[in-house]
């Protein structure tokens, strides 16, 4: 595959400890891609970066390539370390943010059940949502 066309080949992301796979699109957070695919994911600010109940670690993505992480990110994920992780931001990343450039990964969120919504996620009804959240 050339270079051109890996970068807008859509990447799979293995969630555990559910072990559901979600393809996400180039341009597309794993927090959008989850919601287009009908799940529900954690969260209460619905992608401002604020309440961090999307984030994920990282288990496997030495292969992937993803966004840098941007200042209100890092604030976020180093009250959630704090929290929940003593401190310890290894592989922390807010799903709501980050953004897959290159190859596949296996992340882990604890509270992400598999589950979905019927009539919560037609691109239509979420694209509303989030035009709403980013108001
Ligand atoms: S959805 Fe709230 S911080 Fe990502």
Redesign the pocket.
Known sequence: MTAPAQARAPHVVRVEPAGIEITVRPDETL?DAAYRAGYD???????????????VRLLGADSAVLTPVEKDERL?LQRVARRLYRSDKAGLR????MKIISGDLVVEQRAFRGERSPGQHEDGEYGAIRQGADE
């Open positions: 927090f994911w954690p969260t209460i600010c619905f992608g401002q970066a604020l309440c961090t109940h999307c984030h976020a807010l799903a709501c943010q």
